[in-house]
């Protein structure tokens, strides 16, 4: 399973998930670029090019069945990198599981990534998505100030282009107190699958999967197993 982090995020945001899924199932995280270990390269601003370049990096990784898991913005790059992947014949994901996020073609009026630097700082506060005592070390926060650009950038400035969508199923995973998604919102995810449709709601807020790591895994475990047919 191929998983793909929340704006500002991470691949070790998917460590705990990655250990409470079984054994069997391989999981590779994305690392976007302008964090971590590629901190020295510079951000995408673009879904479009983010998503063309995750497509070329992860398509040798698929030569088995896979799956997509993803989180807030990790949730519309996954969407849109299995687009890209069917309409070029590089496969089609055994499921595609979009965590936090509203549907494509659902639409809100957000300019997060046009506030100065401390408008951005109090947004992930809010979110509760990251340790705020980071936001108290300065280094830090220019460290990771321009990659949380970039991905809200990308995001905000995301417009779905109509077309084929996928084929697998979709399953949408949403919190019932999270201020970016409402259950609504989630519910749409219908439209964009040619398979079936499940929606999966958890108490919480955005990032409900950091306390419910084991429900998570369990849902996760449950519907491939349906779409593997056992």
């Not at 070329?56 to 849109?80: K, N, Q, W």
């Not at 809100?108 to 506060?125: C, W, Y």
Request: glycine letters at 8%; aromatic letters at 8%; a negative charge.
């Amino acid at each position: 399973m191929v998983c793909f982090p929340h704006a500002g995020g991470s691949a070790s945001s998917y460590l705990q998930l990655s250990k409470e899924l079984s054994s069997s199932l391989e999981v590779f995280a994305v690392q976007y670029p302008g964090r971590q270990d590629r901190r020295g390269e510079p951000g995408f601003a673009s879904m479009t090019a983010l998503a063309e370049r995750i497509a070329e990096v992860i398509t040798p990784l698929l030569d088995r069945p896979f799956a997509f898991f993803g989180h807030s913005m990790g949730a519309i790059a996954a969407f849109e990198v299995a687009r890209l992947l069917e309409a070029r014949g590089g496969g089609t994901p055994r499921a595609l599981f979009a965590s936090g996020r509203r549907a494509p073609t659902t639409s809100r009026d957000e300019s997060v990534h046009k506030r100065d630097d401390k408008g951005l700082i109090d947004e992930i506060r809010q979110l509760s998505g990251t340790d705020s005592r980071l936001f108290d070390d300065e280094e830090i926060v220019q460290m990771i100030l321009p990659s949380l650009r970039s991905d809200y950038t990308a995001i905000e400035t995301y417009e779905y282009r109509p077309g084929p969508d996928v084929s697998c199923p979709i399953v949408a995973l949403a919190a019932d107190a999270d201020p970016r998604v409402t259950i609504e919102e989630a519910q749409q995810w219908k439209q964009h699958t040619a398979d079936v449709f499940h929606l999966e709601t958890f108490r919480g807020g955005h990032f409900y999967l950091n306390d419910q790591v084991p429900q998570v895994a369990r849902t996760v475990t449950a519907h491939l197993g349906a779409a593997a047919g056992g």
